[in-house]
């Protein structure tokens, strides 16, 4: 079975989308070790609100990343190969998210 063109871009972009997620998993992984050998942390009002926004966001982040993980295990059974790649990358790309909104408070969290 050929793969085309644009098949091949979407799986070269996974590739590279997975070592990017890996490195920032790897990052997010450093912060949150760094954060649990830290000193107690008080939270005002202001970081408070913004740190809870965060996790919202993660949340909302979370629930689209396994949707879209469900839909690839889908697209694997009965779609295409194109298709399943499609969805790995936009599942990568709200993994990335939300390690990018974990980086951003965990560096919050030491700041403190």
Do not use: P
């Not at 091949?8 to 997620?21: E, P, Q, R, V």
């Not at 609100?49 to 965060?54: G, H, L, M, P």
Request: with cysteine; aromatic share 10%.
């Amino acid at each position: 079975m050929m793969m085309s063109t644009l098949e091949m871009i979407a799986l070269f972009s996974l590739i590279l989308l997975m070592a990017y997620n890996i490195r920032l998993g790897l990052m997010v992984k450093k912060l949150r070790d760094k954060l649990s050998k830290g000193k107690e942390i008080e939270l005002t009002e202001s970081t408070n609100k913004e740190i809870v926004d965060a996790i919202k966001t993660r949340k909302k982040w979370t629930v689209l990343s396994q949707c879209l993980f469900w839909i690839s295990i889908v697209m694997m059974l009965y779609g295409s190969m194109g298709l399943l790649i499609y969805f790995l990358d936009l599942y990568t790309i709200a993994v990335i998210y939300i390690n990018l909104v974990n980086r951003k408070v965990f560096t919050e969290l030491i700041k403190l």
